[in-house]
Structures are given as structure tokens and as C-alpha cells.
Nanobody
Framework: QVQLVESGGGLVQPGGSLRLSCAAS????????MGWYRQAPGEQRELVAS???????NYADSVKGRFTVSRDGGKNTIYLQMNSLKPEDTAVYYC?????????WGQGTQVTVSS
């Protein structure tokens, strides 16, 4: 069994920054890809950014140039550095992973961008 635990959400003013972390623990043999999704009220869950085992990163158009996903392989942890945050970035952010061929989700962390 694998667990994904997120941290780092909170309230920030427009233009501010936050960094999210997601640590994977449990029976980890191989991590294929990990990433971040978000879901705003009344909206569908959408991919924000992902990073493969080969450190290839992929971003939603709405966050390109503002968000950066990175991975610390030694700690089985990924990060999402979010800069120049906008009110429309407000959502619950979920960590997601394809690990050992199975799909896992974290519990979610709230990010609120408001003045």
C-alpha cells in the first residue's frame, strides 16, 4: 500500500507564492509519474503539472511560467512551487501518482488566493 501526503496549502494574496509538498510512503518499488491536480468548486478536477521518473515535466497552459514541479527521488517527494498566484488558482490541490502500475491520490490541500 502506498500513501501520498500533501502539505503546504494555505491562504495567500494575489501575486504571492506557495510551495506544496507531496511525500509518498509505503511499498514503493517504482514511481512512474507523480503530479498535481486541482479542483475548484463546481469544476472538474484538472491536471496542473506532472513529472515523470525521467524528470520530464508537463504543465497546464494556465500555469506555465508561474508554477514549477520538481522531485526529490531520494525522498520520494515532489514539490509544486507556485508563484504569481491568481484568484483563479484557488482550489483543492491533490497529489497524484502512478506507482508500481497503480494509481494513488492524496487527501488534498486547500489553496486560497484572495486579498
Amino acid at each position: 500500500q502506498v500513501q501520498l501526503v500533501e502539505s503546504g496549502g494555505g491562504l495567500v494574496q494575489p501575486g504571492g507564492s506557495l510551495r506544496l509538498s507531496c511525500a509518498a510512503s509505503g511499498s514503493i518499488f517504482s514511481i512512474n509519474v507523480m503530479g498535481w491536480y486541482r479542483q475548484a468548486p463546481g469544476e472538474q478536477r484538472e491536471l496542473v503539472a506532472s513529472i515523470t521518473n525521467a524528470l520530464m515535466a508537463n504543465y497546464a497552459d494556465s500555469v506555465k511560467g508561474r508554477f514549477t514541479v520538481s522531485r526529490d527521488g531520494g525522498k520520494n517527494t515532489i514539490y509544486l512551487q507556485m508563484n504569481s498566484l491568481k484568484p483563479e488558482d484557488t482550489a483543492v490541490y491533490y497529489c497524484h501518482g502512478i506507482i508500481g502500475g497503480s494509481e494513488y491520490w492524496g487527501q488534498g490541500t486547500q489553496v486560497t488566493v484572495s486579498s
